[in-house]
């Protein structure tokens, strides 16, 4: 669970409530469905016309990483490794052919694979590689989804504002309406630019931080898969990976 998102969802949460009161407006005066169709809808609007369909659902996948990143236990992964190479070393690279289906990570498996198939190094390194690279690409797509939901929802906040404001001209002749009036329109840009400021940016910036740990421990896996294919001294393999551990 990583409690820093939770924390910052609840400090969000309780500097624009707070502020809100603070200032004298009350969170009633934060309350509008016209706002909130105008920016929130029409950021999902928006969004949904650029993002291909497989992308959204990648997105809407990646979204609870927010608050439960995937747990990558490298300083575990090493040991494996150094165990496989001990392994191989003394029964030959067959002997790790029963590891294959003790590994639930289906990348871990592929390489443990190549390796017990007895392919070059180069092999595994280009198969690993291709896999590594469109598993990093398609993810940091989904995560642009939000990137581009925090571009977007701004605009439809001020756009919303300029509603707000065409609906006070022309009630004009009624000075009493124009204060709530006036009010009312720049709610939209407040739901426009807090939305993108303090969760869609952060969001798409945070999963972009998760993939990128996702990338750092396979390429790990890269070059212990490797190591182990070439033979090297199982010391030295956990010499090198333990730099991936910093």
């Not at 070393?89 to 990348?107: A, S, T, V």
Request: proline share 4%; aromatic share 4%.
């Amino acid at each position: 669970m990583d409690v820093l998102s939770l924390i910052g969802l609840l400090l969000a949460a309780t500097a624009i409530l707070g502020g809100a009161i603070l200032k004298g407006a009350g969170v009633k005066a934060l309350l509008s469905s016209a706002a909130f169709m105008i920016v929130i809808v029409g950021t999902v609007a928006a969004i949904c016309v650029q993002t291909p369909l497989p992308v959204m659902k990648r997105a809407l996948r990646l979204l609870p990483w927010l608050f439960r990143p995937p747990t990558i236990g490298r300083h575990v992964l090493v040991q494996k490794m150094v165990e496989w190479s001990n392994t191989a070393r003394k029964q030959g690279l067959l002997g790790l052919e029963p590891m294959i289906e003790q590994e639930h990570d289906e990348f871990v498996r592929k390489g443990l694979q190549l390796v017990v198939d007895g392919s070059e190094p180069d092999v595994i390194r280009n198969v690993l590689e291709v896999d590594l690279n469109v598993r990093e690409q398609a993810d940091t797509r989904a995560a642009k989804v939000f990137e581009g939901m925090g571009i977007y929802s701004p605009t439809l906040g001020i756009i919303g504002a300029v509603m707000g404001l065409m609906a006070v001209m022309q009630n004009l002749a009624d000075p009493s309406k124009l204060g709530h009036g006036i009010a009312a329109a720049f709610i939209a840009t407040i739901y426009g630019i807090g939305m993108a400021n303090l969760f869609f940016l952060p969001a798409a910036n945070k999963l972009k931080v998760a993939i990128q740990a996702q990338s750092e421990a396979r390429e790990m896996v890269i070059e212990g898969m490797i190591s182990i294919a070439q033979g090297e001294n199982p010391r030295s393999i956990e010499s090198k990976l333990q730099g991936y551990l910093h």
